[in-house]
């Protein structure tokens, strides 16, 4: 234990003084702390070293320059990247800054101002003067200091030149990429301009295409309907032998000419979307019971039977145009059907009702179920040589049915028959019954009845003047407005005979004029209630649409004397009804 004198005596370390650290102390005090010192020193010559070599082996270039004069100090890296053969060389040559170092002397001047404010620039990009006269591109670090009133820089120099290559290389990239994505932008835009031209082209080809085909089908009904009208006349007249089977040949030729021209016309307004369709509710039964019995006689001929489903769902569609649909499906089904039934039946789904023709025919392969609804395509069937479609049906149904929005579905195995559908919306509730194409059951006798006949074709005044006094009607013809005016003006004077009781008017006259003015003008002379017809070859939905707003019945052209008989039945009985 230390006594309480010890304890009061300073220690030696207690009294050391800073002369004793470095020497000018007593000896035994330099004795003491030498080897401490010795220790401190040689580390500090260790970290000078170190420091020293990290100078002088830097990747990037340093300097330690006055910023009024020159270069102080330098490392090889700098001396290197500027040209120079040594740091010293750097160092004697390197004399001011502002024009023998750095490229701008105005830039230098900037960089000044920015380190009086700020001490430090950090990858700041520049131009620094080569020993050769060049200049190299360089990215710095500067640290600024004042140094007993003078401005002094530490920086750090990176070789910037490969970078900026590559940066420049890169945005020279980027512009030939842009230029090269504007000119194919450019050829694009050219390609799609052209494309739009030849998509217009055909489009026009093809609206060219069907209005030459309409006008053409149009001029070829007119000869037609003439032809029809006589051959009509003459198979009435029940000829015998030879006379009655070439008749009956030329008739049969004339109905698969009048079914092509009709496909082609419909297939031409379909392609043209000059179809509206004219969708109201009805009953199912309303279409469903006429379309039978118009195909049962058909059937019976084939020695088929055709068997109707009776049906009390009610439907919303078009009458004429879904009609249309189930007649082909009908009319295919018992011409590939050799022997059975055919059945027209209907299944309820909900929302949807799904009007189904089964027949047990030859079957259709799986392969082949898409390409009947192309066109020109037909399966073969049983009645070898005789009159064929040219396979336009199923067409025109996948084309009506999409202007309807209605589905179309076929199944069918080989050898044991087929089924085509068509699925259409369902009404609940009470709705009328479908406008139905079934005029008046014709009369026993036509004989008496005065006719106006109205057509600007010679040959179809001819043929229906042969039909109509074959039926015992008394005919007048005429080839314009005026001269049907001045027919019923004459037969209405004094000794002349009675006006007509109904007029037949072709709607396309001569010089732009139509038989609606035909029919206006009559029944301004002899009453609102004159019955009037009109025949045309004119389907088309605004046409078809004008006569539904005047009231007035349409035969189209070819004629048939089925319906001209019903259809004259049909006037007489309306104008003896009392209104």
Known sequence: MKKRSDQNKPSEHASATFEDLIGLGSQSARKSYYPELERKMHELEQERNRYKWLFENALHGIFRADMTGGVLAANPAIAHLCGYDSPGQVIDQVRDLATELFVDPGEFAEIRQML??????????????????????VAMNILFKQVDGGEIIEAFVADYTERKRARERLQQLNAELEQRVAERTEELLELNEQLRLARDAAHEA????????????????????????????????ALEGQDGYLIERVHLALEGAEDLLTDLLDISRLDQNAVRPDLAEFSLQSILQPLAAELQSVAASEGLQLRLAPSRLNIRSDSRLLTRILRNFLS???????????????????????????DSGTGIAASKLEEIFCEFHQLPDHHAGERRGVGLGLAIVDRIARVLEHRVEVRSSLGKGSMFAVEVPRVLGKVAAAASEQLSVPLDSLAGTRVLVVDND????????????????ELSVARDCEAALALCQANGEEGRGPAPQLLLADFHLDLGRTGLEVVQALRQQLGADFPAAMITADRSADTLQLFREQGLPVLPKPVRPGKLRALLTHLLQQAETPR
């Open 332 to 358: 295919n089904a018992l011409r590939y059907t050799e022997r059975g039934t055919v059945l027209l039946g209907v299944r309820n789904r909900g929302d949807r009702v799904s009007i189904q023709v089964w």
């Open 116 to 137: 009086l404010a700020s001490q430090r620039l950090t990858g700041y990009e520049t131009r620094l003067r080569c020993r050769n006269g060049g200049t190299v591109d």
């Open 458 to 473: 010679e040959g179809v005044l001819l043929s229906m003047c042969a039909l109509l006094e074959q039926w015992g009607c």
């Open 206 to 237: 093809n609206r060219s295409k069907d209005k030459y085909l309409a006008a053409a089908s149009h001029d070829l009904l007119q000869p037609m309907n003439a032809a029809r009208l006589l051959v009509s006349t003459l198979r009435e007249r």
